[in-house]
């Protein structure tokens, strides 16, 4: 099974800032989708943060959100799993209010995760995590602590990870309460950075002064697991 793994897409950034899209617009029509056609990906898994403003989202980013992205995954069969992660809720303490289901609920094709959850993937197990907050904080760990699955999927904030060159995050909770899973894939760092079993897969594109010259997703690298499913990670 081929899976796409895509993060912190940030639509609307920059109150939907047009010379920022027309640049996260070449991504898309130049990379992504051609390799999800080339490759016959038909399984997304979105990491988060897929929208930028906690608040909404103006009527033009919008239609370049659905133009741009949606559209073009409904149009190639694509199944997208779409995490929810911070700034995709509007509220710090709940994922209940989120952009996810309200932006997206005409997207037959989208799969809302904005509540720790369980799906099959071919015949894989997969536990998704979506951003931990009070609300589902007990939720989320009685779940990782019952699952038999080997794969996370999350929106996390962990120490000892990348921030942006330079600064490793001091706090957030540590890694080892996801010690028993093979591999966990994450969100919300827009640095990619690993410790061999928890990957941070970075953002697709530059936002900000501190990625310059740190990455242009112009490859795609796949990352090994013991479920043989390849990963493409566009980061």
């Not at 898994?45 to 980013?61: E, P, Q, S, T, V």
């Not at 190639?76 to 289901?101: E, F, L, P, W």
């Not at 010690?179 to 900000?208: I, M």
Request: hydrophobic share 35%.
């Amino acid at each position: 099974m081929k899976i796409a793994c895509i993060t912190d897409t940030h639509i609307s950034f920059k109150k939907s800032n047009l010379n920022f899209h027309k640049y996260f617009e070449k991504f898309y029509s130049n990379i992504f989708f051609p390799e999800l056609e080339k490759r016959n990906i038909k399984t997304v898994i979105h990491l988060g943060d897929a929208f930028d403003n906690r608040k909404g989202i103006d009527y033009w980013g919008l239609e370049w959100a659905q133009k741009v992205v949606y559209d073009r995954f409904k149009d190639i069969g694509a199944k997208v799993y779409q995490i929810c992660g911070n700034h995709d809720a509007t509220m710090r303490s709940t994922n209940k209010y989120n952009a996810i289901q309200t932006i997206l609920r005409e997207y037959k094709n989208v799969i809302p995760i904005t509540e720790p959850s369980e799906y099959f993937l071919g015949d894989t197990k997969i536990t998704f995590v979506p951003w931990i907050c009070k609300d589902n904080e007990k939720e989320t760990f009685d779940l990782l602590n019952q699952t038999d699955s080997k794969l996370v999927f999350g929106h996390l904030e962990l120490s000892g990870f990348t921030l942006f060159p330079g600064q490793i995050n001091t706090h957030g909770m540590s890694s080892e309460k996801f010690s028993k899973f093979d591999r966990v894939f994450s969100g919300h760092y827009h640095t990619r950075s690993n410790d061999g079993r928890v990957f941070y897969l970075g953002n697709p594109y530059q936002l900000f002064w501190s990625d310059v010259d740190l990455f242009i997703c112009d490859t795609v690298y796949n990352i090994p697991n013991s479920c043989g499913i390849s990963f493409y990670c566009f980061s």
